[in-house]
């Protein structure tokens, strides 16, 4: 943790900095800069916008809904959230193992309750099936000691039983 304390108060301070803070002085730096330099020297628009005050007014009850959508569109109608989201994958071995134990825990949990399925319907199971299962069951083992996983975990079993084979 000593270690990690240096970049934890790094992260941290970046954090405050980018959403909260320089966000804000944007905003507000924003909002005098082009009121001050544009609108106070512009008399149509001095019309529109008699004060700071009504400016700002207008620029919230405006620009929070314009944002909004904006937000919405990049997350669910555009291909950038997905990017992101592809890149934080791939570049955090923590999101990525996330990723990949789950996609392990689902597919035993899917060989094993046909297993299951195919025994509570008082089906034989065939000595290639009962492989599948200690050999599941001796990956599990050696994944818990090791804690790593690979993309050919289930290459024996597959060997073995191909995928859907049982389903």
Do not use: C
């Not at 803070?21 to 916008?49: D, G, M, R, S, W």
């Not at 990525?96 to 060989?111: A, G, P, Q, S």
Request: no cysteine; net charge positive; aromatic share 14%.
């Amino acid at each position: 943790m000593k270690k990690n304390l240096t970049f934890r108060v790094w992260v941290y301070f970046r954090t405050g900095w980018s959403i909260y803070f320089a966000f804000i002085f944007a905003a507000v730096n924003t909002l005098v800069v082009t009121y001050y330099l544009a609108i106070e020297n512009i008399p149509f628009l001095q019309e529109i916008f008699p004060t700071f005050a009504h400016y700002v007014i207008t620029a919230i009850l405006v620009g929070i809904p314009v944002l909004v959508m904006a937000g919405y569109i990049h997350f669910q109608r555009s291909q950038g959230f997905k990017a992101e989201a592809d890149v934080r994958i791939e570049s955090n071995p923590h999101q990525r193992r996330i990723l990949l134990n789950t996609e392990l825990i689902l597919e035993i949990v899917f060989r094993l309750n046909s297993l299951f399925l195919k025994k509570l319907n008082n089906e034989n199971l065939a000595e290639k099936e009962f492989n599948e299962i200690y050999i599941i069951r001796e990956k599990i083992q050696d994944y818990k000691q090791h804690r790593t996983i690979s993309e050919t975990i289930l290459t024996n079993i597959d060997k073995i039983n191909p995928k859907n084979e049982l389903a």
